[in-house]
């Protein structure tokens, strides 16, 4: 082993472990890297695992370049990985601590001094930061932090099993500093000629430490280069070396862990396997032959083999399936599941439904843990619309001749979506890769069902029809649109297996047949059928230049101009252009058009923009008004603002414009109202002429507006411009003086501002009422029968507030199909889920539990309700206006109300119902509810004479009388002339300014402003 000679220089607090292999010109941005520490002490060891391309050399002038600071060292041998030449540095190093650093990384630049400070202050034996993978291989450097969630804070951990989730998913050895004696006493070393050695190595530092620091700091960037023609360690995964080596690794650290006993650890680290080690190599297997796939079947089910099945439990049911399947050597079954893990969101399998129960196949079901397995009713792919699904389409059939391409394919018919008789039709499509080029479109001619799919044959004239330019559109994707009564789904063509299909066909560039004249089939990295546009003529070798010397002499110029200073500056050219056009149809460039531009022009009496949840849906408060104008006939033309594709549920009679659209902005800036239940774009400045109605969605339990603990932590600016988006209200609708005191409080509204009139959504609730009261009977009306809910069945209706789940998702906080199997000969439970959230039911309740969600409107579902179940939702205030029982599932209250935002009553002191925390407690609630339902009465009636007061069913009504029903002209009296002569002067000008600014004929007057 050689080394430079070093200088003698104070010992440093810090060593830095550099390994290199054949890296020569990576090297010094990594040694850089240390050098440029913000701590001054540190250095750098590089260890050269014999390399050959003079990264040694490298190295040695490094530490001639910087005496004292870095050393060289180099390994009489390659050691096949990374293990030695870390062990060679550990001993080497002159500080206290260590750190490693692959010569393709770099350090943060305070990494040192974060890493020292917090082991000094802290006395731990390692402490980790957050490492962060930058992808550099992308137009523009992509950013992918490590596992962030554990590095949110810092923590010192006494042991590891106080945190599991970083032993089991943190396995880098680079983003740590170690204590080099730790290292020493504990004989830590890492494995010589494997892969993968940091994951052991972490898991024995992990053991052996006595105190871990983890600290929120970006420590370590890990450089990917996903095209580099030398793939990384991690990356070589077509290698079944590097399967197997894995196995080994994660078989020594289940030995270390059995022989501490240390259940929960290893429950952690199957888990990370399942949804990690695992997946990263199923990915692969389409791509990979039968050799490979028998050598990784052999080894991976030997593995699954003695994991504990409840770890299944913990991982996403795709993820549990694959591993099933694998385990039971079922690969054609496999293989589909793969292609869902590839592509999100695609159904690949046909499924089947059991005792109410949706799976991912009907095979192993007799297996106790593959009926556990394969059920994947939780992911609702049974609630899925046809044109919202994403179907496996396997390639079963490829040709060429002639310059046509013969393809055929099934299509998977989940749960037979696609009915028997259904009307077929589908067209192929290739289309060029790169975003605004052309595509073409070929008819399939035949269509059937088969089996559990539908089977299709087309032909397609590719060498007559595709006409590619040549240069930017050499990547062609296939798509199959199929169209099923109707409705259209969009395929992607999967070519199964490692084989490609094969057979070119001739093509004729417009930029010239010297420069391709073939398009060649190939397999995306996702598994589907694609084609490259390449050189190569009829009867020669793939590749072969057609045109002999001259083409490839005007490749070679194409290449230059392509890829050389007038490509870049094209390129550059092409990037300004859309960078300006993103400037001028960006969400700044619609504020300047809205400000500058629409608000010169003048407001037209008699319109109005109506806005509900955002552009949603066609409901509430706004919904109400809109209708009592259309019931009174009266001359206001509404637009309706959408959002989304396209509109749903709107009434014919509106202008519906699209939510940021120019036509909205321009419709906002020149209406004469606005009406809406949440909030108009915030930076949108409301005109004088214009009256913005604010009706509000609902009354507050949940604290609001700058009562919530983080507005008021706002920087001033900010306060200040959500002050001014609330200062637009001209009149803010109000239920209840519980209002005044809570939103009007917290949203800063004058008194001015405050409309005591209720909220005209609930108009229907309290007619409904007063018609139970006079006729002593309920009248469900058209819903339930649009539901099929039976006459005999009580109707509940669970309504629970918004919580973040980390995604859309809401799992209800009981079991639906115990309800069902208890109630289902009394109740009929609806469910609808906060617009945010989104639920999934088994087929297995579909006729005791229905998701309500989707409809536009609640008002009609509380009318339908004869029971209400709810937690915190404002619901609670509308629908006490029934005077019906309602019960509280308040299973989360203490976390809710005192770790969340806060309330502003105690809902125990105030609930017109039982509060109960357990399911089983609703379940007993729900057992005595028509024998209880008339015990609350008096509190229901005080709780909605506190919370909906002014709620007296005319609220649309009042609204319509106040801002949009004409006043007669008063009848003039007698007045002095010279007053009578003022206000002539006054009508002349008045009638000038109504002359130039003119409204349509026959509208009313109506009044604006505040």
Request: glycine share 8%; net charge positive.
């Amino acid at each position: 082993m050689a080394t430079t000679a070093a200088r003698r220089d104070p010992a440093p607090d810090v060593s830095v472990v550099v390994i290199v292999y054949n890296d020569a010109a990576r090297l010094p941005d990594a040694v850089r890297s240390v050098l440029g520490q913000t701590l001054r002490a540190v250095e750098a060891v590089i260890v050269d695992d014999h390399s050959t391309d003079g990264s040694h050399d490298v190295a040695r002038a490094l530490a001639a370049a910087h005496p004292g600071r870095v050393r060289a060292l180099r390994l009489p041998e390659n050691s096949g990985g990374c293990g030695a030449p870390r062990n060679a540095g550990v001993e080497a190093a002159r500080a206290p601590y260590v750190m490693f650093l692959d010569s393709d990384d770099v350090l943060e630049r305070n990494a040192c001094r974060n890493m020292l400070g917090a082991a000094e202050e802290t006395g731990a034996d390692l402490v980790a930061g957050l490492c962060v993978r930058l992808l550099l291989d992308r137009r523009t450097v992509a950013r992918d932090p490590w596992y962030p969630w554990l590095y949110s804070r810092t923590r010192t951990l006494q042991s590891v099993r106080e945190l599991p989730d970083l032993f089991a998913w943190d396995t880098l050895s680079t983003n740590k500093c170690y204590r080099r004696d730790f290292l020493l006493e504990n004989n830590l070393l890492f494995l010589r000629g494997m892969y993968y050695e940091d994951l052991m190595f972490s898991a024995e530092a992990y053991l052996a430490a006595r105190r871990i620091t983890l600290i929120p700091n970006e420590v370590y960037r890990w450089h990917v280069h996903e095209r580099a023609a030398e793939k990384s360690v991690s990356n070589r995964r077509h290698e079944m070396a590097n399967f197997a080596h894995r196995m080994e690794i994660h078989g020594r650290v289940d030995a270390l862990l059995g022989r501490r006993r240390m259940p929960d650890l290893q429950r952690a680290k199957d888990v990370k396997f399942l949804k990690h080690d695992l997946v990263l190599h199923l990915r692969d297997l389409p791509f990979r032959d039968d050799a490979y796939r028998r050598e990784f079947a052999s080894l991976a089910r030997g593995y699954l083999a003695g994991m504990d099945p409840g770890a299944y439990d913990e991982v996403p049911p795709l993820q549990a399936v694959c591993a099933y399947l694998l385990l039971r050597g079922d690969w054609e079954r496999l293989g589909p599941a793969v292609d869902s893990l590839l592509n999100r969101r695609k159904i690949s399998a046909p499924l089947t439904e059991r005792d109410g129960r949706v799976y991912w196949c009907e095979e192993h079901l007799g297996d106790p843990l593959g009926r556990r397995l394969l059920d994947v009713t939780d992911l609702g792919l049974h609630t899925k619309p046809l044109d919202s699904m994403f179907l496996r389409n396997e390639l079963t059939a490829y040709g060429s001749r002639a310059g046509r391409v013969r393809l055929a394919g099934r299509i998977v018919n989940p749960l037979g979506t696609i009915r028997p008789g259904a009307r077929l039709s589908a067209e192929l499509e290739f289309a060029a890769r790169r975003r605004g080029l052309r595509s073409f479109r070929f008819p399939v001619r035949t269509l059937r069902h088969e089996g559990d799919a539908i089977a299709w044959e087309a032909e397609a004239g590719l060498s007559r029809a595709l006409r590619p330019v040549g240069v930017v559109d050499t990547v062609w994707d296939v798509r199959l649109r199929l169209t099923a009564d109707g409705v259209r789904t969009t395929t992607r063509l999967t070519a199964g297996g490692a084989a490609l299909p094969d057979g070119s066909v001739p093509v004729r560039p417009r930029l010239g047949r010297l420069l391709a004249d073939r398009l060649e089939p190939t397999v995306t990295a996702r598994g589907h059928l694609a084609f490259l546009l390449t050189a190569g003529g009829a009867g020669e070798e793939p590749g072969a230049a057609p045109g002999g010397a001259a083409g490839e002499r005007l490749r070679e110029l194409v290449a230059r101009g392509v890829h050389g200073p007038p490509g870049r500056f094209a390129k550059s050219g092409v990037r300004r252009a859309r960078r300006v056009r993103e400037r001028l149809t960006g969400g700044d460039a619609k504020l300047r058009l809205y400000h500058e531009v629409f608000c010169r022009l003048p407001i037209r009496p008699g319109t109005a923009v109506f806005e509900s949840h955002l552009g949603r849906s066609y409901g509430d408060s706004p919904r109400a008004v809109h209708e009592e104008l259309r019931r009174r006939g009266l001359p206001v033309r509404v637009h309706w603002s959408y959002a989304g594709p396209r509109p749903e549920g709107f009434p014919e009679d509106a202008v519906l414009v699209r939510r940021w659209s120019p036509a909205y902005l321009r419709a906002l800036a020149q209406a004469e109202f606005w009406v809406d239940n949440q909030g108009f774009p915030l930076k949108l400045r409301k005109r004088p002429g214009t009256t913005y109605i604010q009706t509000w969605h609902g009354s507050a339990l949940k604290k609001m507006g700058f009562d919530e603990p983080e507005h008021k932590l706002w920087p001033r600016e900010k306060q200040q411009e959500y002050q001014e988006a609330l200062d637009r209200f001209d009149r803010f609708l109000i239920r209840s003086e519980h209002d005044v005191r809570t939103l009007a409080r917290a949203y800063r509204l004058p008194e001015r501002a405050l409309l005591r009139v209720g909220y005209p959504r609930n108009d229907a609730l309290v007619r409904a009422r007063e018609r139970e009261r006079a006729t002593g009977r309920r009248t469900r009306g058209p819903l339930a029968a649009g539901l099929g809910i039976p006459e005999d069945r009580t109707v509940l209706l669970y309504a629970p507030t918004f919580r973040r789940t980390g995604g859309r998702r809401f799992d209800l906080p009981f079991d639906v199909e115990r309800f069902a199997k208890e109630f289902d000969d009394r109740f009929v439970l609806l469910v609808r889920a906060h617009y945010l959230n989104h639920v999934v039911l088994p087929p297995s309740v579909r006729d005791s539990v229905l998701d309500v969600s989707a409809l536009p409107d609640t008002t009609p579902v509380l009318e339908l309700a004869d029971a209400l179940i709810t937690d915190y939702s404002s619901v609670m205030f509308d629908y006490a206006l029934l005077d019906r029982p309602m019960i509280f599932f308040t299973y989360d209250y203490d976390s809710y109300s005192r770790e969340g935002r806060g309330t502003y009553f105690e809902l125990a002191d105030h609930a017109p119902g039982p509060l109960v925390r357990t399911e089983d407690e609703l379940y007993a609630a729900l057992r005595t509810l028509e024998t209880d339902a008339g015990r609350d009465w008096e509190k229901r009636a005080a709780f909605a004479a506190e919370f909906g007061g002014y709620d007296r069913g005319d609220a649309a009504r009042r609204i319509v009388d106040e801002f949009f029903a004409p006043r007669p002209a008063p009848r003039p009296a007698g007045r002095s002339p010279r007053r009578s002569a003022l206000r002539r002067v006054r009508r002349s000008a008045l009638h000038w300014v109504r002359r130039s600014a003119p409204r349509p004929a026959g509208r009313p007057v109506l009044r604006g402003g505040r």
